[in-house]
């Protein structure tokens, strides 16, 4: 069964870091971009940090300069390393990546379960 599950999240006082894993499992042939999102109450899903097979990567203008997107293509997992967090980053952070299961495929698009991340002193 192919998943992607997210571990990090937590409690952090204003100014503080934390640092997010992602580990996706199962058969995979390949990965393309893998994602972090972020949905806080009340507001709608938004893009957090976008990495690409060959490590291209872009951010929101709200983390620029905080917080730092990485992967390990080896254990095929992402990283987000989140730096002088703010109470306005409390919400869950979802993993998102773009999976080809075989050579024939197309690419599928599989999100994790979430993990949550508090702001707060």
């Known amino acids: 069964q192919v998943q992607l599950v997210e571990s990090g999240g937590g409690l952090v006082q204003p100014g503080g870091s934390l640092r997010l894993s992602c580990v996706a499992s199962?058969?995979?042939?390949?990965?393309?971009?893998m994602r972090w999102f972020r949905q806080a109450p009340g507001k709608e899903r938004e893009l957090v940090a976008a990495?690409?097979?060959?490590?291209?990567?872009n951010y929101a203008d709200s983390v620029k300069g905080r917080f730092t997107i990485s992967r390990d293509s080896a254990k095929s997992t992402v990283y987000l390393q989140m730096n002088s967090l703010k109470p306005e980053d409390t919400a869950v952070y979802y993993c998102?990546?773009?999976?080809?299961?075989?050579?024939?495929?197309?690419?599928?698009?599989?999100w994790g379960q979430g993990t949550q991340v508090t702001v707060s002193s």
């Open positions: 199962g058969y995979i042939f390949n990965i393309n971009y």
């Open positions: 990495i690409s097979r060959i490590g291209s990567i």
């Open positions: 998102n990546a773009d999976f080809q299961l075989s050579a024939t495929t197309s690419y599928v698009t599989y």
